[in-house]
Nanobody, 126 residues
Framework: QVQLVESGGGLVQAGDSLRLSCAASGRAFSNYALGWFRQAPGKAREFVANVLWSAGSTYYADSVKGRFTIYRDNAKNTVYLQMTSLKPEDTAVYYC???????????????????WGAGTQVTVSS
C-alpha cells in the first residue's frame, strides 16, 4: 500500500514558477513509476509527466514539454514537479500517482497507476 500526499499548489501569475511535491509512504518506493496528472474544471483528468523507476527516465505531455520537469528523490520518497513559465491554461488540480512496475506499460494513462493522492490546486492568473 502506498499513500501519496501532494503539496506546493497555490495562486500565481502567468510566467511564474511553482514546485509541487508528492510525499509517499510505504515500502519499495523506488520500484514504482510516478506520474503527475491534472484536471481542470469540466475537463477530464489528463497526463502531465512521469518518471520511471530505472535510470529516472521521464516523459511529458506536449503541452508542458520544455516548461515542466519531473524528478524523484528515492531517499526521501518524494517526487517533484517543477513548473516554469506557467500559463492560465495550466490551472487545474494536480494529482500525483504511483504505479507498480509492469512490462509494456506507458504510464501515461490513468489505468496504469495504482495509487493516487488527493490533489493540490494550482491557479494561474493572467
Amino acid at each position: 500500500q502506498v499513500q501519496l500526499v501532494e503539496s506546493g499548489g497555490g495562486l500565481v501569475q502567468a510566467g511564474d514558477s511553482l514546485r509541487l511535491s508528492c510525499a509517499a509512504s510505504g515500502r519499495a518506493f523506488s520500484n514504482y513509476a510516478l506520474g503527475w496528472f491534472r484536471q481542470a474544471p469540466g475537463k477530464a483528468r489528463e497526463f502531465v509527466a512521469n518518471v520511471l523507476w530505472s535510470a529516472g527516465s521521464t516523459y511529458y505531455a506536449d503541452s508542458v514539454k520544455g516548461r515542466f520537469t519531473i524528478y524523484r528523490d528515492n531517499a526521501k520518497n518524494t517526487v517533484y514537479l517543477q513548473m516554469t513559465s506557467l500559463k492560465p491554461e495550466d490551472t487545474a488540480v494536480y494529482y500525483c500517482a504511483a504505479g507498480r512496475q509492469r512490462a509494456y506499460v506507458t504510464y501515461t494513462q490513468r489505468g496504469n497507476f495504482d495509487y493516487w493522492g488527493a490533489g493540490t490546486q494550482v491557479t494561474v492568473s493572467s
